[in-house]
């Protein structure tokens, strides 16, 4: 067949054929007609600010704005942040408004470019997506790109959906900020304007600020030589700086077991790893006071994955010697190594099934085969033990299921899927990246409790269009990032406060109600995505790397689709009966259309922490975790704390049908005990409804596990990437409880992919 997709000429829209052999072998000819040499663009029609616009206002204009000082204090009260006199919606919260005015307006403060209201912030980020818009051609016309503006706007003043935090910190800087540095940035573009065609270049001068770097997540890898080892470590700098995290497998080392080609022991992935944490830490994130986020993964069968697994609980260990000696923790933390980097070890069915049968393992050299025979072995059992010993000292490490992972790989001809983001949420091609975003649940039911379908599809639509135009409008640290971003377009989007809305509605996290839930909307979520990027790749051309790799894209698009088998529509309810419905004939289109025109992205969601644009949304809880605790701790404007029942709990209690004056006696008691255990009129059959990830002081209940566990199982199969989710478990846990996590065949088989 042949696949046609639109590119970029300078100011021109040209189209290419790309011949591609179907699976006989035979080149056709695609029948397609729907790709004429005219250019209309991609459809797009006010629909939140539709009323708006007829009555020539502007978004903000629907909301209520008042002005405050913001002031943040650090632990022991001394005051290291003060604004005053800045603008936001009145029902924002103080944390949201700290969060944003201290992370993500421009500008030194006291200046006249610092930016003091919520307008200005998202005026720049939302009018530069509508100036890419129009400068790429999605759109046709300066009045339907205005409208692409409006909703993005609207959609963040009402706290539906947040792009990741470095849109925030670069997108339109340039519009306020005219300043430029004496020396050329070290980093990559996607030019449309060279001779050659579309090809990859080095920043020019003075362009920085035009070519903002707006993903969130990227995949490195590191070759065996120094050179590329110190490279990485300088690449994981600008991720840094810029506000971004960036994982590696350093895998490709040699052991420290083996022998260098000159003569002499090599030093081993360890020992380079002390040096990139140590990095890490020295680079903060954007510029700001948040810590970089980096990821390191080693696969079971290194010869160094004993010393690995257990480096951080090591390193740990000092670091509770100086504590217990009287040094402050920060300064104890800075003291010992690994602090700056999360770890995972890589494991094949091969391996857990070394496991279950009580197998030695043996480990395999990386470049001196010759040397195998002298690569450590060891009990299988002995190696996850080890894993769950120090996921029980200190949270690390974690497991990655490489089948699983490689099973669900859209583009295995382009490369395999070694590695993650740091959070792990994002697992593609090395040197690659992805940009996040995700939408708040709790905008998107009614008080009846029921799904506005409408709302949902529609941010979809406009954030994946939004997500899409990031990729050639962003500036990357390597030519090869630059270039697999351009090809393969992976989308990152994803939603919070899961655990607010199945509460709200009356249901236990840990049930089959909360489950349907949770499946049936993150269905409708990637299915959306993926409609988006079909009609995407319609006008304005697949992805590059969809011909290579197009027969097992369809084939995993079909093993979502047959994931809806999956749902038992018994258990949803009535207000979620019809998102089923929507979800199945929304992917029955992505089939047709994939098949038809292909896809614009390689992927298009994942459930990421959302833990700064969470607190930007107002979400209680973050990507798919539950709720932590029924009382919340609050950061008011006038510096103080103030501890709030979860509102959350109202909502739900209401739905449960409990009168206004019960519901007030239980908020009462919960405020004074921080459990609902004991509550006055409460019945015995709700209180799973509001059982929360940590056990409270006065309480005995909590979620297990296994809640956590068959929650990411219920929603995984209809996740292009993975899950970026930490097990809550109770300090009493053991390490045999961890082990049986880690080898939990329900995360393996199921959800297994982070």
């Known amino acids: 067949m ?33 790709l004429s040499d005219s250019f209309s663009g991609l459809q797009f029609k006010r629909y939140f600010t539709k009323d ?75 009018s530069k997506f509508k100036d890419w818009s129009l400068k790429q051609k999605y759109f046709s016309d300066e009045q339907t790109a205005k409208a692409f503006e409006d909703e993005i706007a609207f959609n963040t003043f009402n706290q539906m ?97 083996e022998k260098l080609s000159g003569g002499g022991t090599p030093s081993g992935p360890l020992a380079y790893w002390t040096f990139w944490d140590r990095v890490a830490g020295i680079v903060k994130s954007g510029g700001k006071t948040r810590r970089a986020a980096k990821m390191d993964v080693l696969n079971i069968d290194h010869p160094d994955i004993m010393e ?49 049968n009580n197998e030695d393992w043996k480990t395999v050299p990386v470049h001196n ?47 395999r899927i070694n590695s993650s983001n740091p959070c792990s949420e994002y697992m593609f091609i090395d040197n690659s990246s992805c940009n996040l975003a995700s939408l708040n649940l709790m905008k998107f039911v ?90 995407m790749a319609k006008v304005l051309g697949t992805f590059e790397g969809f011909g290579e790799n197009r027969s097992q894209m369809l084939k995993v698009m079909e093993m979502h689709k047959k994931g809806l088998e999956l749902i038992d529509k018994t258990k949803l309810p009535e207000g979620f009966r019809k998102v089923f419905d929507e979800a199945e004939k929304i992917w ?30 107002d979400c209680d809880t ?16 006038d510096g103080g704390i103030l501890k709030l029942v979860n509102g959350t709990v109202k909502k739900a209690l209401k739905n449960l049908g409990y009168e206004e004056d019960e519901i007030e006696e239980v908020m009462t008691y919960v405020e004074e005990n921080e459990t609902i255990e004991g509550a006055p009129y409460l019945k015995e059959e709700h209180l799973s409804v509001f059982d929360c990830a940590n056990k409270p002081a006065k309480g005995n209940r909590t979620i297990s596990y296994y809640g956590h566990l068959k929650m990411m199982a219920a929603v995984q199969p209809y996740i292009s990437g993975a899950i970026s989710k930490t097990v809550n478990l109770p300090k009493e846990v053991s390490v045999g409880e961890i082990e049986k996590i880690d080898y939990a065949y329900l995360c393996r088989r199921g959800c297994g992919r982070g």
């Open 369 to 415: 085969k010759e040397m195998a025979d002298e690569m450590p072995t060891y009990k299988a059992k002995e190696l996850l033990n080890q894993v769950a010993g120090g996921t029980h000292f200190c949270g690390d490490p974690g497991m990655q299921f490489d089948d699983t992972i490689n099973k669900w790989h859209t583009c295995p001809n382009s490369g």
């Open 2 to 34: 042949v696949w046609m997709y639109y590119k970029m000429d300078g100011d021109k829209l040209i189209r290419q054929v790309q011949a591609l052999e179907n699976e006989s072998g035979e080149v056709g000819f695609s029948n397609d007609n729907s």
């Open 161 to 257: 959906v947040a792009f990741n935090s470095p849109v925030w910190f670069n997108v339109g800087v340039d519009k306020i900020c005219q300043k430029v540095s004496n020396e050329e940035k070290e980093c990559y573009i996607v030019d449309f304007n060279s001779a050659k065609g579309v090809e990859v270049i080095k920043l020019p001068l003075g362009k920085e600020r035009e070519y903002p770097q707006t993903s969130a997540c990227f995949i490195q890898s590191v070759e065996d030589t120094m050179e590329d080892i110190m490279e990485l470590a300088k690449r994981e700098a600008l991720l840094f700086k810029y506000g971004s995290g960036t994982g590696s497998n350093i895998s490709t080392l040699r052991s420290s077991r």
């Open 308 to 356: 690995f697994i257990n480096s951080k609980m090591n390193e740990e260990k000092k670091a509770h010697i100086l504590l217990d000696n009287g040094i402050n923790w920060m300064e104890a933390q800075n003291t010992v190594s690994f602090q700056n980097t999360n770890i995972s070890v890589r494991v094949s069915d091969n391996f857990m099934d070394a496991v279950e």
């Open 52 to 126: 708006i616009f007829a009555d020539g206002k502007k978004p903000e204009d629907v909301f209520e704005w008042e002005k405050c000082d913001v002031d943040i204090a650090n632990d022991s009260g001394k005051n290291i942040f003060t604004q005053e006199g800045v603008e936001f919606p009145k029902t924002w919260s103080p944390l949201a408004r700290k969060i944003v005015c201290s992370k993500y307006f421009f500008g030194e403060v006291g200046t006249s470019e610092r930016e003091t209201s919520l307008k200005q912030l998202v005026w720049r980020v939302s």
């Open 446 to 535: 009614d008080a009846e409790g029921n799904f506005k379908i409408g709302d949902f599809k529609n941010v979809v639509r406009i954030t994946a269009i939004a997500q899409d135009l990031e990729f050639d409008n962003s500036s990357y640290p390597t030519r090869q990032i630059a270039e697999n971003s351009h090809k393969f377009r992976p989308l990152g989007m994803g939603f919070a406060n899961l655990g607010s809305l199945v509460m709200s509605l009356g249901y236990a996290y840990d049930s089959d109600e909360a489950r349907a839930i949770a499946s049936v909307v993150t269905a409708l979520m990637t299915g959306k995505a993926y409609e988006t990027s079909t009609e």
């Open 588 to 617: 029955e289109n992505v089939i047709i259309a994939g098949e038809k025109y292909g896809f614009r992205n390689a992927q298009a969601t994942v459930l990421a922490p959302t833990g700064t644009i969470g607190f930007m949304m």
């Open 622 to 637: 973050k990507g798919i975790e539950p709720e932590i605790g029924l009382v919340q701790t609050k950061l008011l404007s």
